[in-house]
């Protein structure tokens, strides 16, 4: 009987979702992929059956009515206390009512239901790095195995936690790691440049290397808006080693190519004109003045 039931489940969410395949070439879930949505947006978007109180707790998360989401998921998950995928849509919502400590509490639950999930792991990382938890945000990171999917965004999550408390040796690796586990994205070089060039007193051997892995960045920027963020970075550099016109140059640039619904970056990159016109340099939050990491030839074997 439990396999005839298994194998009318399977008959039913297939008839349902159109298999596995159909959904991954769906242009709909092929957006959410794109444009990096929130992990539980494809579910909302295809599964069939819906659950009133769970649609209407991300629908309202959806449009910026926090309370109203966490209405309705706090009364979807009283009466299912073991779906895994209302309790991190609630620590969502509570995320984003600034209740990060509540949300830690779902995150870890739903951790427990489905150990499986490094996206919770991920969730969990994350917030915990928000509230300033480095120590467990730092092991959480690090238990996501180099074979899930969410490898390469963990150790960007570990650098920038290592390097928010100081430990720029340990930001250094983590941001080498990532280089050479995906030596074709360039998030990684992008962040390593801004590393070496913002840390206080940077070298002139580690301004080298960040102008190096700049450039690197920007060879592999495809977005619009990731050409628009190398461009910036390479600004910073030129500003680290005080050649400010040539930082507005290509900061300029950076604002020319930003897509017109980035306003965060379109902010960001005017905020830094607005200093190097008044001779300062970008300084990354939170550096710490500690002794900066060792001279590494990591970047060497990735050039474009």
Known sequence: MPLILFLSAGVVSGALLGGAGEVRRNPMWQECVRDRVPFWEPVWRFVTLRRSEFDSAVTALKQGRVEDSLDAADRYVTR??????????????????????????DIRRAIELRPQET???????????DTHQWDQAAVAYQSIPATAPDYYEALLGLATVERDRGRLESSFNALTRAILADADR???????ALLLAAVPDASIQNLARAQQAAELALA???T???QARALDTIG???????????????????????????????????GRIAQYRQRQAFVLPRVAAVPRPAASSSLSGHSS
């Open 224 to 226: 619009p808006a990731d």
């Open 119 to 129: 996206r919770y792991q991920m969730m969990l990382a994350e917030t915990l790095a």
């Open 236 to 270: 910073v550099v030129f500003a680290a080693e005080g050649d400010f016109i040539t930082a507005e140059t290509y900061a300029r640039e950076a604002l020319r190519v930003t897509p017109n619904d980035e306003l965060a970056l379109t902010l960001a990159i005017e």
């Open 80 to 105: 299912n206390s073991s779906d895994d995928l209302a309790l991190v849509v609630r620590a969502e919502a509570l995320r984003a009512a600034g209740r990060h400590r509540e949300a830690i509490v």
């Open 186 to 192: 360039y998030e990684g070089y992008e962040q390593m």
């Open 220 to 222: 592999r920027a495809v």
